[in-house]
């Protein structure tokens, strides 16, 4: 064998080997998407930015007359096309509480509020060379379901026809209901030919606003997903985890809610023994606080999550979406590559 065929194959077998052994091998057939918010988004950024393909900037704001504000992470932007990562800008109708009915409402039924928003929406892709648009619009009326589905296919034209990609963020829903309070305005079918990215938001199953429970329960999450891939094709479809959970004050009736990062701190600052939900795949623990106070936590772990993300190879999904970047910590991308060898 000569000389250089030795140290070809050599190299050859090497190479085979590092891919092999590399932890996130498994990454390169899923879409991993996590969503950049203000705070320590830019420190997770940076630190896990191997485990991550899309960055949307949860850092736009939309208001009844199409008009745009908001400031993007330039820098953190740079770094993100630096690695490869595609980029897009979330614009969404929250206001200074919460979501506001009438922003979309204004928008979608009038032309011109309509047309403004979407020169709007595509010069702030241009200007910070996004890759696209994620359009997250919530609390939307289930009347405006057709405008909305109107609406979403001239945004997509507009962007497609410069060279951009149009992410719509739905609620998660186990079956099409058009009179649904949150959801009725969504037409999955009625999007699908429009959109490149579905992202379900299979998050907040259960919150501080309602009864106790899991966050994101397998037994709901998967039956939502496959609702989806029956009426979107699967390859469209990033699928939501969330990277905290809730803690439920049961004495005062209210909640917050705690990212994943400080789950364990908790954990041990309240002595709690975590337990296991079978029924949705989710832990929980109760505790009494120093004031009296009766506890319970709904949260994931690094068993939950891989079960959920598994759900991307069971129906052939695109990948996930993480809400978000910096309430995570190392144990945490981990157990979402874990599941894409569909065996968590």
Not at 43 to 54: D, V
Not at 137 to 150: D, G, N, Q, T
Not at 310 to 331: I, M, P, Q, R, W
Request: charged share 15%.
């Amino acid at each position: 064998m000569s000389r250089v065929l030795f140290r070809t194959l050599r190299l050859l077998l090497t190479l085979l080997a590092a891919i092999g052994s590399c932890p996130f091998a498994h990454a390169q057939a899923k879409v991993v998407m996590a969503y950049f918010e203000i705070g320590n988004s830019n420190h997770s950024l940076h630190k896990f930015s191997s485990y991550l393909n899309q960055i949307p900037t949860d850092t736009f704001a939309i208001g009844a007359k199409g008009v745009v504000s908001g400031t993007p992470p330039v820098a953190d932007l740079a770094f993100a096309r630096s690695k490869g990562m595609q980029t897009f800008a979330t614009v969404s109708n929250f206001g200074r509480t919460g979501f506001v009915p009438g922003i979309a409402v204004a928008i979608l039924n009038n032309p011109s509020n309509r047309a403004r928003a979407i020169q709007n929406m595509l010069a702030v892709v241009q200007k910070y060379a996004y890759t696209g648009i994620n359009v997250d619009f919530e609390a939307v009326p289930p009347r405006e379901r057709a405008a909305f589905s109107e609406f979403i296919a001239e945004l997509a034209q507009a962007m497609r026809s410069a060279g951009y990609l149009t992410m719509v963020s739905v609620p998660a829903e186990l079956q099409d209901d058009p009179n649904d309070s949150w959801a009725g305005a969504f037409d999955f079918a009625a999007l699908a030919p429009n959109v490149d990215i579905l992202q379900l938001m299979t998050y907040d199953e259960n919150g501080p606003w309602g009864p106790p429970g899991p966050v994101a329960g397998l037994d709901w999450v998967a039956p939502c997903a496959q609702y989806a891939a029956s009426v979107v094709p699967a390859n469209k479809i990033s699928l939501g985890i969330p990277a905290y959970g809730y803690d439920w004050d049961l004495t005062r009736g209210t909640g917050v809610q705690v990212y994943w990062e400080r789950i364990p701190f908790l954990i041990a600052k309240v002595g709690a023994m975590p337990q296991w939900d079978a029924a949705s795949s989710s832990p929980y623990f109760t505790y009494t606080a120093t004031n009296g106070s009766n506890h319970v936590v709904w949260y994931e772990d690094t068993r939950s999550v891989p079960l959920k993300s598994a759900l991307t190879v069971t129906y052939n999904l695109a990948g996930v979406s993480v809400f978000a970047l910096g309430f995570e910590d190392a144990t945490f991308w981990p157990a979402v590559i874990s599941g894409f060898n569909g065996k968590p």
